[in-house]
Protein backbone atom coordinates (compact mmCIF):
# COMPACT_ATOMS: atom_id res chain seq x y z
CA UNK A 1 0.00 0.00 0.00
CA UNK A 2 1.52 3.58 -0.98
CA UNK A 3 0.98 6.45 1.16
CA UNK A 4 -0.83 8.03 -1.46
CA UNK A 5 -3.48 5.12 -0.89
CA UNK A 6 -3.51 5.05 2.48
CA UNK A 7 -4.43 8.74 2.75
CA UNK A 8 -7.07 8.39 0.74
CA UNK A 9 -9.20 5.82 1.93
CA UNK A 10 -8.98 7.27 5.23
CA UNK A 11 -12.09 8.04 6.84
CA UNK A 12 -13.20 11.92 7.37
CA UNK A 13 -12.36 13.17 10.76
CA UNK A 14 -15.67 14.69 11.34
CA UNK A 15 -16.90 11.11 11.00
CA UNK A 16 -18.65 9.63 14.33
CA UNK A 17 -20.83 6.74 15.73
CA UNK A 18 -24.30 7.28 17.10
CA UNK A 19 -25.70 5.11 19.90
CA UNK A 20 -25.48 1.34 19.35
CA UNK A 21 -28.66 -0.47 20.08
CA UNK A 22 -28.89 -4.11 22.11
CA UNK A 23 -31.94 -5.58 22.31
CA UNK A 24 -31.50 -7.76 25.70
CA UNK A 25 -33.67 -10.27 27.66
CA UNK A 26 -32.66 -9.41 30.90
CA UNK A 27 -32.58 -5.60 31.56
CA UNK A 28 -31.50 -5.38 35.00
CA UNK A 29 -28.60 -8.14 34.21
CA UNK A 30 -27.31 -5.63 31.75
CA UNK A 31 -27.74 -2.65 33.36
CA UNK A 32 -25.87 -3.70 35.98
CA UNK A 33 -22.78 -5.09 33.55
CA UNK A 34 -23.12 -1.94 31.50
CA UNK A 35 -22.71 0.76 34.78
CA UNK A 36 -20.52 -1.56 37.24
CA UNK A 37 -18.09 -3.33 34.94
CA UNK A 38 -18.03 -0.53 32.21
CA UNK A 39 -18.79 2.13 34.50
CA UNK A 40 -21.43 3.75 31.98
CA UNK A 41 -24.11 6.02 33.43
CA UNK A 42 -28.13 5.85 32.95
CA UNK A 43 -28.57 8.95 30.70
CA UNK A 44 -32.11 8.33 29.83
CA UNK A 45 -35.22 6.05 29.84
CA UNK A 46 -37.47 5.83 27.21
CA UNK A 47 -40.29 2.96 26.24
CA UNK A 48 -39.19 0.58 28.95
CA UNK A 49 -34.92 0.91 27.76
CA UNK A 50 -32.40 2.78 28.50
CA UNK A 51 -29.80 4.67 27.14
CA UNK A 52 -26.23 4.72 29.32
CA UNK A 53 -23.07 6.33 28.03
CA UNK A 54 -20.64 9.24 29.37
CA UNK A 55 -20.97 13.18 30.36
CA UNK A 56 -24.38 12.85 29.52
CA UNK A 57 -23.88 11.43 25.54
CA UNK A 58 -25.43 8.21 25.25
CA UNK A 59 -23.47 5.26 23.85
CA UNK A 60 -25.36 2.33 24.25
CA UNK A 61 -29.10 1.75 24.14
CA UNK A 62 -30.29 -1.38 25.75
CA UNK A 63 -33.94 -2.36 24.63
CA UNK A 64 -35.67 -4.62 26.16
CA UNK A 65 -36.88 -8.37 24.61
CA UNK A 66 -38.15 -10.24 27.08
CA UNK A 67 -37.36 -14.11 25.99
CA UNK A 68 -34.83 -12.92 23.98
CA UNK A 69 -32.34 -16.55 23.86
CA UNK A 70 -29.27 -16.42 23.43
CA UNK A 71 -27.40 -17.74 20.28
CA UNK A 72 -26.63 -21.72 19.62
CA UNK A 73 -23.32 -22.76 18.91
CA UNK A 74 -23.17 -21.60 15.16
CA UNK A 75 -25.47 -18.81 14.90
CA UNK A 76 -25.00 -15.26 15.00
CA UNK A 77 -24.99 -13.06 17.63
CA UNK A 78 -22.92 -9.90 19.39
CA UNK A 79 -19.73 -10.61 21.08
CA UNK A 80 -18.61 -7.46 21.55
CA UNK A 81 -19.14 -3.85 21.64
CA UNK A 82 -16.59 -0.91 21.02
CA UNK A 83 -15.92 2.60 23.63
CA UNK A 84 -13.54 4.86 22.35
CA UNK A 85 -11.90 6.06 25.52
CA UNK A 86 -10.27 9.91 25.91
CA UNK A 87 -6.73 8.30 27.49
CA UNK A 88 -5.02 5.06 28.05
CA UNK A 89 -5.32 5.68 31.75
CA UNK A 90 -9.53 5.41 31.06
CA UNK A 91 -9.23 2.30 29.02
CA UNK A 92 -6.74 0.33 31.64
CA UNK A 93 -9.22 1.13 34.15
CA UNK A 94 -12.43 0.20 32.74
CA UNK A 95 -10.61 -3.09 31.20
CA UNK A 96 -9.51 -3.35 35.19
CA UNK A 97 -13.25 -2.81 36.11
CA UNK A 98 -14.52 -5.21 33.82
CA UNK A 99 -12.31 -8.24 34.57
CA UNK A 100 -13.26 -7.93 38.39
CA UNK A 101 -16.84 -7.72 37.67
CA UNK A 102 -19.13 -10.26 39.19
CA UNK A 103 -22.55 -10.28 38.53
Do not use: C, I, N
Not at 3 to 31: C, F, I
Not at 77 to 97: C, I, M, N, R
Request: proline share 7%.
Amino acid sequence: MTAETSTRDLLPAELTMGTVMLKVGDMKVMTDYYQRALGLDVVAEQDGGLYLGRRQKPLVHLAPAPGLGVPSRGEAGLFHTALLFADQPSLAATVASAAQYEP
